[in-house]
């Protein structure tokens, strides 16, 4: 049994583990931050929380951590809005599937008619929408104050935080894992190695020999000032636009491209990419939306940024040991879905550390394994959507 870990990475996967370990009693945790708490992808999440997943272990991680956003409330800005998917034809039997799907997993989700959509959402245009699925317990909150409180928590049993000491390397001796070194030249020792570093995991691991086939995969995003206060309007993942859209405060909007048909193109270097959307795309974006909520008054675009996601081959995390080193687990790539699921990647680790396997039936641990790329059995959508990518 592991007593000393060392989470390298202060995203919030890394302080969600934190969290977890200490919680089930491991005191010596410490988490190695190169820069600042969630300054990562994290700091940049749409915060969006859904259980609508084609892949029932992460809809199922999804559903498990509902609770957590439930009773934090407030305190991680979780606004419960509602979350609703609308599909044009072409994606009907997709939406039923996946619907039936997550039902079986026991989670809160209908498929609602047309007149359902537009009592929830009056200014909808919904012409092309051929058929629409809602969770009302969805909505959305803040990553950043869900890493900090994870942060706290953990720090509250014991655990250390160290902000602007980024890890040079994993040492090892044999085949265990002994520690890390500090950019510093300081070493630090640990039986347990924990790699939360996102898009940055694949450099520490491809110095250990271990392949870790990431990308950085740039997604933009927008505000748009509604001109009218909207309240409590729900989440929507428009698949008929490939965009996605939720409150930003009173009659303001963020709106998500979720169009990844050129995703290649889009390969980006996660600490030097452009943090400014182009006119031609913000007229895109834009142009989109108005066609969604042609009764927007007066909009504006006040603001625009962009993120990246760090992307595995399947847009799905690996949660497993890495390579043969006994003691070192690697948490990343968890594309655009992380933050919905933080809370329970942080128990599935802890359950990999004390247990050696999952607890949970619905999420099994041998989905999250590495080896699945180089066996070429990849983690995909049971009932893909056309058109979506593999972001559902
Ligand atoms: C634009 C955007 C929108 C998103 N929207 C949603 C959403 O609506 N819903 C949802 O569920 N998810 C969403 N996500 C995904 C979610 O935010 C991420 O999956 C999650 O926050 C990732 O957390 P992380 O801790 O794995 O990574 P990060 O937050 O990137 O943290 C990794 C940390 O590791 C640190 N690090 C790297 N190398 C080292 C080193 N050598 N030593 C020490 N530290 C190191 C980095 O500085 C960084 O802080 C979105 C992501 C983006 C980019």
């Given at each position: ?83 609703t998917?609308i ?30 959509l537009e009592a929830l959402w009056p200014m909808m245009?919904i ?5 629409a ?97 909207l309240?409590?309007v729900p989440?929507v ?55 969604r909520f ?99």
């Amino acid at each position: 049994m592991a007593s000393r870990a060392v989470v390298i990475g202060g995203g919030l996967i890394g302080l969600s583990i934190a969290r977890a370990l200490t919680e089930r009693g491991l005191s010596e945790v410490l988490v190695l931050e190169r820069q600042v708490l969630a300054g990562g992808g994290t700091g940049k999440s749409s915060g969006i929380v859904r259980s609508h997943y084609g892949v029932p272990s992460i809809a199922a991680m999804a559903w498990r951590s509902l609770p957590v956003f439930e009773e934090l409330g407030e305190e991680v800005g979780f606004r419960q809005v509602g979350y609703t998917v609308i599909v044009g034809e072409e994606n009907v039997e997709p939406l039923k599937a996946n619907t039936a799907m997550h039902q079986s997993l026991g989670i809160d989700v209908d498929l609602i008619d047309n007149d359902q959509l537009e009592a929830l959402w009056p200014m909808m245009e919904i012409g092309d929408v051929a058929s629409a699925s809602y969770e009302p317990r969805g909505g959305f909150a803040d990553a950043t104050q869900l890493a900090l409180h994870y942060g706290q928590v953990a720090r509250a049993k014991g655990a250390r935080i160290r902000q602007s000491t980024p890890v040079a390397r994993i040492l090892t001796k044999g085949e265990k894992v002994t520690g890390v070194e500090l950019a510093s030249g300081e070493v630090v020792e640990a039986d347990l190695v924990i790699v939360a570093a996102g898009w940055w995991s694949a450099k520490l691991l491809a110095d250990l020999g271990i392949d870790f086939p990431i990308e950085a995969y740039r997604s933009e995003l927008i505000i748009v000032d509604a001109g009218v206060p909207l309240a409590n309007v729900p989440v929507v993942s428009d698949l008929v636009s490939l965009q996605y859209c939720r409150l930003e405060g009173a009659g303001q909007f963020l709106v998500g491209n979720s169009d990844h048909a050129d995703f290649e193109k889009k390969y980006a270097d996660a600490d030097t990419y452009s943090n400014v959307v182009s006119e031609a795309s913000i007229m895109r974006y834009a142009e989109k939306l108005m066609h969604r909520f042609p009764g927007f008054p007066d909009p504006s675009v006040t603001h625009n940024y962009a993120g990246v996601y760090d992307v595995l081959p399947d847009w799905n995390p690996v949660i497993a040991p890495a390579g043969q080193v006994e003691g070192l687990l690697v948490c990343a790539g968890f594309a655009g879905h992380g933050f919905k699921i933080a809370p329970a990647v942080g128990d599935l680790v802890a359950d990999l550390v004390f247990e050696g396997e999952s607890t949970d039936p619905d999420i099994p641990a041998s989905d999250f394994r590495l080896e699945r790329f180089a066996e070429g059995k990849f983690l995909s959508s049971l009932h893909p959507y056309v058109g979506a990518g593999e972001m559902r």
